[in-house]
């Protein structure tokens, strides 16, 4: 078993200068990095606190009653991340994600919502606006969310034995009151499509060898015919905090093939370019996808990673831009903006010419890199710029 890891680099407190560059850079939606990727999600993580303690993203031991979180003057405000946010739709993105920490902690963060889904896009296209929770809050937000403009909603639930469950979120908290979150989510409407199929609303299961990894078959149990799509996430070592390693890990594959001793499934087509989850349709006797029974995702990133292409940016809670969910270094958005004579073309340049510098590719590379490569004691945790 590996010790952990105490980060030895606050992240937080470090940044690269977020420059215009000597030529601008127009903001036409045609904006692509060094790997010819585009940039088309944007993940905004709107603080860096959180009510649970998993073991795989903030620790009891590294995030306890002595940790030093940002201060609430240090946090963008709303309107500046809806002014960043109407840059990186000028840019192309046409996703946002809100994140955490637990982004329910952040005061009306319906407000923020609100400003976010009227953002338009140049050609008229309604922005896909979504949530990450670990489902916490949910159950007395989900109404006010919905009626600010958001659109869908992911869930992050690691078991539905209570047991296991408390001891994951490592605070005690009940799994019942997380699967009222999920209900109340359903009954507002989050994730309903145009048509009203309910498309939207998915749970996230981080899949952890010697720890849950008896909640497979239970967690694709509950959620098959529910309309709720259930994705499984290999366990990840974002940051520097979890004492991650690969024998902890469960490839994708093999949680494939829990799922099939019980219910036989087909390949499904991407949805989208740049998905991040393979997904899997429930298969009806004649061994054809039926959509009533749903759909499973496995997100492979350790064993299969996906960055060729990868088209995420990660805005964090007070401003700076993180080029991958395994940076090393961000950069510093904030001081540049908050410049008086700094326009919203200025600021497409600066954003345009870091993206066009990104060649970012470590799940690729992870194999490769030294075992004791110290690049893992200055990555950045996930809980500061949401996964």
Same mark, same amino acid.
């Given at each position: ?9 606050? /992240? ?10 000597s ?19 944007? =993940? ?6 959180c ?30 991340? &809806? ?15 809100? &994140? ?11 407000? $923020?919502?609100d ?5 338009? &896009? ?14 916490? $809050?949910?159950?007395r ?18 078991? $539905? ?27 507002a ?5 145009? /048509? ?18 008896? /909640?497979?078959l239970?967690m ?38 829990h ?5 036989p ?12 989850a ?9 061994? /054809?996808?039926d959509?009533c ?14 960055? =060729? ?26 001081? $540049? ?11 497409a ?39």
């Amino acid at each position: 078993m590996s010790e952990r890891v105490i980060p030895l680099v606050d /992240q937080r407190l470090q940044a690269l200068a977020a420059t215009l560059p000597s030529q601008p850079i127009e903001a036409n939606g045609l904006l692509s990095d060094r790997l010819a990727r585009p940039l088309h999600d944007l =993940r905004i993580s709107v603080t860096d606190r959180c009510n649970f303690r998993c073991n795989y993203c903030m620790p009891k031991e590294v995030f306890n009653k002595d940790y030093a979180y940002l201060p609430h003057s240090d946090l963008l405000n709303f309107e500046e991340i &809806t002014r960043l946010a109407k840059v990186f739709v000028a840019h192309g993105v046409r996703k946002i994600r809100l &994140t955490g920490g637990e982004p329910l902690l952040r005061k009306n963060l319906e407000i $923020l919502v609100d400003q976010l889904a009227n953002i338009q &896009t140049p050609d008229g296209t309604p922005l896909d606006l979504t949530l990450t929770t670990n489902g916490s $809050l949910l159950a007395r937000k989900a109404k006010a969310l919905k009626d600010a403009g958001l659109n869908r909603v992911t869930v992050s639930l690691d078991g $539905l034995d209570d047991t296991i469950f408390r001891a994951m979120n490592d605070v005690d908290f009940p799994v019942s009151e997380v699967l009222d979150g999920i209900a109340a989510a359903k009954d507002a409407g989050l994730g309903l499509d145009a /048509q009203g199929r309910l498309t939207g609303l998915k749970i996230n299961m981080v899949v952890k060898r010697r720890t849950n990894i008896n /909640q497979i078959l239970p967690m694709a149990r509950h959620f098959r015919g529910s309309g709720i799509t259930l994705r499984f996430i290999e366990y990840m070592d974002v940051g520097a905090t979890n004492g991650w390693c690969m024998d902890d890990v469960l490839p994708s594959s093999d949680v494939i093939q829990h799922i099939q001793q019980e219910f036989p499934l087909v390949a499904l087509e991407a949805s989208a370019a740049g998905e991040t989850a393979q997904r899997w349709g429930y298969a009806n006797g004649a061994g /054809q996808f039926d959509p009533c029974l749903g759909e499973v995702g496995v997100i492979s990133s350790v064993t299969q990673a996906f960055c =060729r292409d990868c088209n995420r940016a990660r805005l964090s809670t007070e401003g700076k831009l993180y080029l991958c969910l395994f940076a090393t270094q961000g950069y510093d958005l904030r001081s $540049l903006m908050r410049q008086s004579n700094v326009s919203d073309t200025d600021m497409a340049s600066a954003i345009g010419h870091i993206w066009q510098g990104r060649d970012d590719r470590y799940s690729e590379l992870r194999a490769s890199l030294p075992a004791d490569s110290t690049s893992a004691a200055r990555r950045v945790e996930m809980s500061y710029i949401g996964g």
